[in-house]
Structures are given as C-alpha cells and as structure tokens.
C-alpha cells in the first residue's frame, strides 16, 4: 500500500483492516468544486495544520456540511509541499496519541491543492492570484509561527527583505509577508473583494500582528507606489477586510519515530520522515494529542465557514482574549514551563515522565489549582477547572506524547512575563490576596536561575536551549558555582529586577528575596534542587 489517491480507492479494504479512517468523500468531486470556488487557503503547510484544521475540515466533508476542499499554501520552506504533500496527492496520516495508549489513525483528504508562494514558480502563483481574484474565497488563515509577521528587526527598524518589498510595490514583493499582502492586493484590483484574514498562530492578539503587518505595507504602498490610497482604504474597511482573534490549543510533536515505525508495520511504503535544507522535519504522517482548542473571533466579511460544526467556538474578540489569558497566564503554559525548566535540571527527557514524579506533579498541582484559578480569568465557554483537570490528568501525562522538556524550554526569558507575571499582578492587585502567598511561581524562577547554570542536579553539565536573552541572563550566574556557600546573592538583582523577563519588578513586588533564598538552596550541592523542591511542597500538605 502507498499514501497516494489511486492506492486508498484501490486498498480501501486493506487500510481499513489496519484500522484507518479514510475520506467518506469523492476527493475528485471536491478538488473541481475546490478549483472552481475556491472558500479556503491556508497559509504554513506544517504538523498542526494537518493536524488540526485539515482535519476539521476532512469532519464537515464527511458529513456534507462542505462541499469545497482546503489549499494549502507554503512560503518558508518549499521542500514541505515538495517532498511531502505532492509526492502523496496532498494526503497525510494523522496519528492521534490518546492518553488511553490507543491510537486512531485517519488518512485526512481535505486538502485538494498545494502550492508554493514562490514567484519564480508562475504556475503556483498564478493560480494564487486567481484563487483570491475569485468571489467564492472567504477566508485566508495563517499558521506562520509568530515571528513570520514581523517587520522591524531588534532594534525596530525595518528588515532589509521588508524594507525592499516597502519600495518595490505589490508586483516586485519578495518576503513571504509581501507576497501574501500582494495577494490581497490581487483581491482589491479584483473588485475591492471581502475576506477574513485570519491569523491561527499561537500567539497573543494574533489578528492584530497580522493587520499591523499588512497596515506597514499597504500605507508604504499607497505613499510610494500606488496611484492612491485606495489599498489602504480597503484593508482597514472592516466591512471589507477583517483580522479576528483567534486562540489555538493542540500539542503536535515533530514526526516520532516510534509513530512512524507502526505505520510501518502497517505495510504502507514510502512514509519515511525528512529534514529539508531549512531543518524542518516533515513526513507524511503527523503524530498530535487528541485534546484540542481553537476559538476564534467571529467577524467574517464574505461569510464564515461553518466551522463550528466540528467543534472550533465562534466567538466575540473579549471572550477570544480571555480564553488565551485562561490559558497562557494560569491553566497550560505555566505548568508546562514549570515541567520545563524542572524537567531539563532533573534529567527528564518527556514531559510525560514528570507526571509520574509524584514532586513534580504535585508542583504543577499546585500552580493551576491552588496559585492560578483564584486570578483565572474565566471566559465563560470553557471551564477553567475542568481545562486544567484535563491538562493535568489527560494530556500532559499521555504517554504517546514525544514532547520534551527541553523542547519546552526553548524561549523561556520571552514566557514568563506572561506565564506567570500576570498572576503576580493579579494577587497585587486584589485586596484578598498578597503576592506573599505565592510559594510555587518563586520556586520556578528560582529553579529558572539554577538551570541557567547549565549544570544539572547530579552535577553534569546540560546545553540551555535556544533562548535570545540566554546569554544575557546567564551572565547575572556567571559568578555562582554548584556545591559553593554563597552569601552574597546581590549579583542576581539586577535580573530580578527586569520586568521584561518576570512581568515585574520582582525586588519591588516584595519576591526577590524568597527567590534567592530558593535559588541558593537549589544550588548548594547534587540533590539541592530535588530536596529544595520536596521542601516547598512539603510547607503546605493542603
């Protein structure tokens, strides 16, 4: 057998007697529909799209609730439609890890077209150009990772790509932002055409850094270039062009091998993963948790898609921000962080392996439970006890999940303000509570300390991952030494004291001495950050 179209019509009983979910659809009969009226595009050809969105959509065709396919689009790393959609007649196996051990495999159809945002390939853009010249198309989404709506470089001056496509005008853009908006500019010489443009990055406010983008880049145009304003009239008409909010929850670990070795025993060739040349790992298959969110502001121009058939919550913006805030600031990203950087010093290599570690489970326990839901911010469509529960009991513990701590821990100086500043503000601010109660969210810092050391708790030596500020903040430990008695712990102040890094001051929100305090336990000798931790733990038995 092969994941190819000819194969799954002429071995559908075979996949099926291996256990796959195949499409319930005529893919022939939605590629014409999908090539005719275009309704969806996708910008980021990556795991979670396939993952995820493609196969919400693959649920509505189903069903025949759609009747038009997805097209995905790549404009980073070509090499993914190349060797991994094409090859496979834009087929893909998604693996579905359940916290049961059980695993669902399903062969998602959706996707009836791929296409590379290259402009030396005319074939690909030409049809990108005619895709949003037509009236059918609804909505262009994004999974593109936060830096790809970037504009200006550290020092907040434009890159040297953007600056060029700023000059160049829609014909000549070159940057992956300048040729997705040039699109856009298709679609205004089209007829001035309504359409979502709809960011589904894991990030904060996610529509706004698209429409900033697109804001920078149609104002240079219409100053420089255009004949008049017209563009940028249209692209802030909210009734014509609109950039919702979105929230998106759904852990999809890069292809694992253990994954790919059953499907393997599944007699299916052809399935083996590849690093491109811009060290992306693809394969034909995804591997993805079962759990997952997304919620999306509803504001749609041309219509929306009825994708809350299959579960995605159409939304106001307020309730959009809050899910996020229930989510990055209390309910997940602390407590992964916490794994995270706890995980990397005790030699932990899966995140789901630290559930298992009654310390380190009763820590996060206590973050979301007892430190995070008295400050939650509810958004009312999702419970924020029972999305903990499921975080803590379901899908950080799965057992199938091949994430890492280290993975995790990659950026961590650009999470905490987030992750865990805004609760310190929120206890600050409250009458009836004090930032002094919070004994867990200091130990995580502190053990964020004791990790730039790069020294684990035996003693060896570890590589950080990848951080931009690792460096910088590495060099306020510099002076500390694992096993020494160390009384002047002031050389850490003036990193305690950034509230780029902690979302505040700690020194002046009264935390800084209790970070020490920790920080110099975990780092007195082998064994000091797991007695330090099982110290904190055991203060409180509540």
């Given at each position: 057998?092969?994941?190819?179209?000819?194969?799954?019509?002429?071995?559908?009983?075979?996949?099926?007697?291996?256990?796959?979910?195949?499409?319930?659809?005529?893919?022939?009969?939605?590629?014409?529909?999908?090539?005719?009226?275009?309704?969806?595009?996708?910008?980021?050809?990556?795991?979670?799209?396939?993952?995820?969105?493609?196969?919400?959509?693959?649920?509505?065709?189903?069903?025949?609730?759609?009747?038009?396919?997805?097209?995905?689009?790549?404009?980073?790393?070509?090499?993914?439609?190349?060797?991994?959609?094409?090859?496979?007649?834009?087929?893909?196996?998604?693996?579905?890890?359940?916290?049961?051990?059980?695993?669902?495999?399903?062969?998602?159809?959706?996707?009836?077209?791929?296409?590379?945002?290259?402009?030396?390939?005319?074939?690909?853009?030409?049809?990108?150009?005619?895709?949003?010249?037509?009236p059918s198309l609804k909505?262009?989404?994004?999974?593109?990772?936060?830096?790809?709506?970037?504009?200006?470089?550290?020092?907040?001056?434009?890159?040297?790509?953007?600056?060029?496509?700023?000059?160049?005008?829609?014909?000549?853009?070159?940057?992956?932002?300048?040729?997705?908006?040039?699109?856009?500019?298709?679609?205004?010489?089209?007829?001035?055409?309504?359409?979502?443009?709809?960011?589904?990055?894991?990030?904060?406010?996610?529509?706004?850094?698209?429409?900033?983008?697109?804001?920078?880049?149609?104002?240079?145009?219409?100053?420089?270039?255009?004949?008049?304003?017209?563009?940028?009239?249209?692209?802030?008409?909210?009734?014509?062009?609109?950039?919702?909010?979105?929230?998106?929850?759904?852990?999809?670990?890069?292809?694992?091998?253990?994954?790919?070795?059953?499907?393997?025993?599944?007699?299916?060739?052809?399935?083996?993963?590849?690093?491109?040349?811009?060290?992306?790992?693809?394969?034909?298959?995804?591997?993805?948790?079962?759990?997952?969110?997304?919620?999306?502001?509803?504001?749609?121009?041309?219509?929306?898609?009825?994708?809350?058939?299959?579960?995605?919550?159409?939304?106001?913006?307020?309730?959009?921000?809050?899910?996020?805030?229930?989510?990055?600031?209390?309910?997940?990203?602390?407590?992964?962080?916490?794994?995270?950087?706890?995980?990397?010093?005790?030699?932990?290599?899966?995140?789901?392996?630290?559930?298992?570690?009654?310390?380190?489970?009763?820590?996060?326990?206590?973050?979301?439970?007892?430190?995070?839901?008295?400050?939650?911010?509810?958004?009312?469509?999702?419970?924020?006890?029972?999305?903990?529960?499921?975080?803590v009991n379901v899908r950080?513990?799965?057992?199938?999940?091949?994430?890492?701590?280290?993975?995790?821990?990659?950026?961590?100086?650009?999470?905490?303000?987030?992750?865990?500043?805004?609760?310190?503000?929120?206890?600050?601010?409250?009458?009836?509570?004090?930032?002094?109660?919070?004994?867990?969210?200091?130990?995580?810092?502190?053990?964020w300390l004791r990790y730039?050391?790069?020294?684990?708790?035996?003693?060896?030596?570890?590589?950080?991952?990848?951080?931009?500020?690792?460096?910088?903040?590495?060099?306020?430990?510099?002076?500390?030494?694992?096993?020494?008695?160390?009384?002047?712990?002031?050389?850490?102040?003036?990193?305690?004291?950034?509230?780029?890094?902690?979302?505040?001051?700690?020194?002046?929100?009264?935390?800084?001495?209790?970070?020490?305090?920790?920080?110099?336990?975990?780092?007195?000798?082998?064994?000091?950050?797991?007695?330090?931790?099982?110290?904190?733990?055991?203060?409180?038995?509540?």
């Amino acid at each position: 057998m092969e994941l190819t179209e000819r194969s799954i019509i002429n071995d559908r009983a075979a996949f099926e007697a291996f256990g796959y979910k195949l499409p319930m659809f005529d893919r022939e009969t939605v590629r014409n529909a999908t090539l005719k009226s275009p309704e969806w595009i996708h910008f980021g050809a990556g795991n979670i799209f396939r993952a995820f969105q493609a196969n919400v959509l693959q649920n509505l065709l189903n069903e025949g609730i759609m009747k038009t396919g997805l097209i995905a689009a790549e404009g980073y790393d070509y090499e993914i439609i190349d060797k991994s959609y094409r090859p496979h007649d834009n087929l893909s196996i998604l693996a579905t890890l359940k916290a049961d051990a059980t695993v669902e495999k399903t062969i998602v159809g959706s996707i009836v077209e791929s296409l590379v945002l290259d402009r030396e390939r005319t074939e690909d853009f030409g049809r990108l150009e005619e895709i949003f010249a037509s009236p059918s198309l609804k909505m262009a989404s994004f999974t593109i990772t936060e830096k790809g709506y970037a504009v200006t470089d550290a020092s907040g001056g434009y890159t040297d790509a953007i600056r060029a496509d700023l000059e160049a005008g829609p014909s000549g853009a070159v940057s992956y932002l300048g040729k997705v908006i040039s699109l856009l500019y298709r679609r205004y010489t089209a007829g001035a055409l309504p359409i979502a443009m709809v960011s589904m990055d894991n990030c904060s406010h996610n529509g706004d850094k698209l429409k900033n983008a697109v804001l920078t880049f149609a104002k240079a145009w219409c100053e420089n270039v255009l004949p008049d304003s017209g563009f940028y009239d249209y692209v802030c008409d909210g009734t014509k062009v609109s950039f919702p909010w979105s929230m998106i929850d759904k852990i999809t670990p890069r292809p694992d091998a253990r994954v790919e070795k059953m499907l393997a025993q599944d007699n299916i060739a052809g399935l083996d993963p590849v690093v491109t040349t811009k060290k992306t790992w693809i394969a034909p298959f995804v591997n993805a948790e079962e759990c997952q969110y997304l919620v999306i502001e509803d504001s749609f121009p041309a219509g929306k898609l009825p994708l809350d058939k299959a579960g995605i919550i159409y939304t106001d913006r307020e309730t959009v921000d809050k899910v996020e805030k229930m989510k990055v600031c209390t309910c997940l990203n602390p407590l992964h962080t916490s794994l995270a950087v706890f995980g990397c010093i005790l030699g932990y290599e899966l995140i789901s392996e630290e559930m298992k570690d009654p310390d380190l489970k009763k820590l996060v326990e206590k973050i979301g439970y007892i430190e995070g839901l008295p400050v939650v911010v509810n958004p009312g469509i999702i419970d924020p006890k029972s999305f903990i529960d499921e975080v803590v009991n379901v899908r950080i513990p799965n057992p199938f999940m091949p994430d890492t701590p280290q993975r995790i821990a990659c950026d961590t100086s650009q999470k905490l303000p987030i992750r865990f500043g805004e609760t310190i503000k929120a206890y600050a601010s409250r009458d009836d509570l004090k930032v002094s109660d919070l004994k867990y969210i200091p130990l995580v810092f502190a053990a964020w300390l004791r990790y730039l050391m790069a020294v684990d708790d035996e003693g060896k030596a570890f590589e950080p991952s990848p951080d931009p500020l690792l460096d910088e903040c590495r060099n306020y430990v510099s002076s500390y030494r694992l096993g020494a008695e160390e009384k002047d712990l002031s050389a850490l102040d003036g990193l305690l004291k950034n509230d780029r890094i902690f979302g505040v001051d700690l020194c002046e929100a009264g935390m800084a001495e209790r970070v020490k305090k920790l920080f110099s336990g975990m780092s007195s000798g082998t064994g000091a950050v797991r007695k330090t931790l099982r110290e904190a733990l055991q203060q409180d038995n509540g």
